[in-house]
């Protein structure tokens, strides 16, 4: 698969074959991850691995696609809006990473918002209140949703004199 299809194949799963993902595997995506950009090296991310137990009571609705690992990535957070900006654009970053190479070898992720919920954060023990947690599934897809139509690239390009 060349980049370009990992990019524009690459969807969010909203449900999961229960096919367990070996443990070498998904570390391997996350080391590929770690090679997003981030400014001065920072570094700013950490991987809670979300064991059954935590799955219970972080009750997210669709229980992440039925998703056989959820990976929650915490973003380092900053009194200072610009460091805290820099680590959101990194971890992000990071995360894209973590995705393409979970597409690239047949599997998918389900990206979610929850783990930034009073409730989350407590059972994640992110006790920072400045940071910021997105939580996946990752799993090998039971179904790929369809492509949804994007706007035009050229409708986003402002040109300067």
């Given at each position: 698969?060349?980049?370009?299809?990992?990019?524009?194949?690459?969807?969010?799963?909203?449900?999961?074959?229960?096919?367990?993902?070996?443990?070498?595997?998904?570390?391997?995506?996350?080391?590929?991850?770690?090679?997003?950009?981030?400014?001065?090296?920072?570094?700013?991310?950490?991987?809670?691995?979300?064991?059954?137990?935590?799955?219970?009571?972080?009750?997210?609705?669709?229980?992440?696609?039925?998703?056989?690992?959820?990976?929650?990535?915490?973003?380092?957070?900053?009194?200072?809006?610009?460091?805290?900006?820099e680590n959101l654009v990194a971890v992000s970053s990071f995360i894209q990473?973590?995705?393409?190479?979970?597409?690239?070898?047949?599997?998918?992720?389900?990206?979610?918002?929850?783990?930034?919920?009073?409730?989350t954060r407590e059972i994640l023990g992110v006790t920072d209140e400045t940071?910021?947690?997105?939580?996946?599934?990752?799993?090998?897809?039971?179904?790929?949703?369809?492509?949804?139509?994007?706007?035009?690239?050229?409708?986003?390009?402002?040109?300067?004199?």
């Amino acid at each position: 698969m060349d980049i370009f299809e990992a990019i524009t194949g690459r969807r969010n799963i909203k449900l999961f074959r229960p096919d367990a993902i070996d443990e070498a595997t998904w570390m391997k995506w996350l080391e590929a991850a770690s090679y997003a950009p981030n400014h001065r090296m920072n570094q700013p991310w950490q991987v809670i691995v979300i064991g059954d137990e935590a799955r219970v009571k972080i009750n997210h609705k669709p229980n992440f696609g039925d998703a056989p690992l959820v990976l929650a990535f915490v973003a380092e957070g900053s009194d200072k809006p610009i460091e805290r900006d820099e680590n959101l654009v990194a971890v992000s970053s990071f995360i894209q990473n973590f995705s393409l190479a979970a597409h690239a070898a047949g599997a998918g992720t389900r990206w979610t918002s929850i783990g930034n919920t009073p409730n989350t954060r407590e059972i994640l023990g992110v006790t920072d209140e400045t940071a910021t947690i997105w939580i996946l599934g990752v799993g090998y897809p039971a179904e790929v949703p369809e492509v949804k139509e994007r706007s035009p690239i050229e409708t986003k390009i402002k040109r300067l004199p």
